[in-house]
C-alpha cells in the first residue's frame, strides 16, 4: 500500500496501471451485461495497439494538431471491435462458445503481431523492431496540460501545495498532477469513457435492452428485441474499449511497439479482474482500476524490495483477488437468501386471510 499509494511517485505509477484496466474493465462490463463472456480483451488490446502504432507512424507527421491523436485513438476502437465483433458473431448465428473462440483469438492476435513487428512493421534505421510514435500523435502528459498552477500564478500564488493551502494526501495528488511523472491524459480519457458508458447503459433504449438481453435473454426474445443481434452489439463494443486501451497505452505512455506481449502486459485479463471488482458497473470500474492498479504496482516494488519470486508475488495478489470474489459470492448468497425469506413471509401472511375465511 505504501509503494502504490503513498509517494508521488508511486501514486503516478498506479494510475498509469489503472487507465488500461478501466479501459479494458469497461469493454468486459458491456459484454458481462449483454450476456456474453469476453476473454479476449488481450488480444483486442494487441490489435488495437498494431493498428495505432502504424497509422501513427505513417500519418502521425502529416496530420496537424490533435487529429493524429484522434485518428490513432479510432484506428484503435476500429481494430478492437472488428476483433470482438468475430467471436460474438459466432457465437450468435453458429453457437460457438465465446470463451473458447476469444481465447484462440488472443492468440491468434499475438502471432499476428509478432509477424508484423519482425517483418514489415520494422523500423529499417533500427536494430530492434518498432518505431516511435511522432510527438504531434502522442496523448500529452498531465504535466503538458492546462494546470492548477496556472490559475495559481494567475491569482498570486505560487505553484507549490503548501502555498495553496493543500495539505496532508490531497497535497500528494496535487504534486503528482503538477510535477515530472509518467501520468498522461489518457486517464482523463478512460474516466470520461466510464462516464460516457453508464450513461449509454443506463439512459439509453440500446443500453437497456443489452442489460435486457444479459439478464434473460429467452423473455427479451418474447418481447421482440433481437437477441443475436445484441450480442454481436456487445462484443463488439467489449473489443472497442480493449482495443481503445491498446491505443491509449500506445500513445501515451510506450510511443512504440516492441512486441506484442510487452504492451499488452496480462492487462487484457487483469481488467476483468478488474471489471468484477467494480461489480460489472463503469462507475464502480474506476475506483477498482486505481486499487487493483495499486496492487500491482506494491506488488513490483515489494518484489524489488524484499527479492520475494514474481511469483509469489503473483500468487499473493490471486489471493486477494480469490478473497474479494468470494466474500462478494457469500453476501449475494445472504442476500437473495433474505429476500427469499422475505418473500415467503409476504405470500404466508397473503394465504393464511384465505384460509381462515373458508
Do not use: C
Amino acid at each position: 500500500i505504501v509503494g502504490a499509494f503513498g509517494s508521488k511517485n508511486g501514486l503516478a505509477d498506479t494510475l498509469v496501471k489503472a487507465i488500461p484496466l478501466m479501459l479494458v474493465g469497461i469493454g468486459i462490463a458491456v459484454a458481462f451485461r449483454g450476456g456474453v463472456i469476453n476473454i479476449g480483451a488481450e488480444g483486442q488490446l494487441i490489435v488495437g495497439a498494431l493498428l495505432t502504432t502504424f497509422v501513427g507512424v505513417q500519418l502521425g507527421e502529416q496530420l496537424p494538431g490533435y487529429l493524429g491523436i484522434i485518428l490513432g485513438l479510432l484506428a484503435g476502437a476500429f481494430m478492437g471491435g472488428i476483433w470482438g465483433a468475430i467471436p460474438g458473431f459466432l457465437k450468435a448465428r453458429l453457437g460457438v462458445n465465446e470463451i473458447l473462440s476469444t481465447i484462440m483469438m488472443n492468440q491468434i492476435a499475438i502471432q499476428i503481431g509478432f509477424f508484423l513487428l519482425r517483418g514489415p512493421m520494422i523500423d529499417p534505421a533500427e536494430l530492434e523492431a518498432g518505431t516511435n510514435i511522432p510527438h504531434s500523435a502522442r496523448l500529452p502528459r498531465i504535466l503538458d496540460m492546462p494546470r492548477f498552477t496556472d490559475m495559481a500564478q494567475s491569482l498570486g500564488f505560487t505553484e507549490s501545495a503548501k502555498d495553496l493551502g493543500i495539505t496532508g494526501y490531497l497535497g500528494e495528488l496535487y504534486g503528482v498532477l503538477v510535477e515530472p511523472s509518467r501520468l498522461h491524459s489518457g486517464l482523463i480519457f478512460a474516466i470520461v469513457m466510464a462516464i460516457v458508458i453508464y450513461i449509454f447503459l443506463w439512459r439509453t433504449t440500446i443500453g437497456y435492452r443489452i442489460r435486457a438481453v444479459g439478464l434473460n435473454p429467452h423473455a427479451s426474445r418474447y418481447a421482440g428485441m433481437h437477441v443475436q443481434r445484441t450480442m454481436v452489439l456487445s462484443m463488439t463494443l467489449s473489443g472497442l474499449f480493449a482495443g481503445l486501451a491498446g491505443a491509449v497505452e500506445i500513445l501515451g505512455l510506450h510511443h512504440r511497439m516492441f512486441e506484442p506481449t510487452a504492451v499488452s502486459a496480462g492487462y487484457g485479463f487483469s481488467g476483468i479482474v478488474a471489471a468484477l471488482f467494480g461489480k460489472l458497473h463503469p462507475l464502480g470500474i474506476i475506483p477498482a482500476s486505481i486499487l487493483f492498479g495499486g496492487l500491482l504496482v506494491g506488488g513490483d516494488k515489494m518484489q524489488r524490495a524484499t527479492q520475494i519470486p514474481q511469483v509469489l508475488i503473483t500468487a499473493i495478489l490471486g489471493l486477494v483477488v480469490l478473497f474479494v470474489i468470494t466474500t462478494d459470492y457469500f453476501v449475494r448468497k445472504r442476500t437473495n437468501l433474505r429476500i427469499a425469506q422475505e418473500a415467503a413471509a409476504v405470500e404466508h401472511e397473503a394465504i393464511t386471510p384465505t384460509e381462515a375465511g373458508s
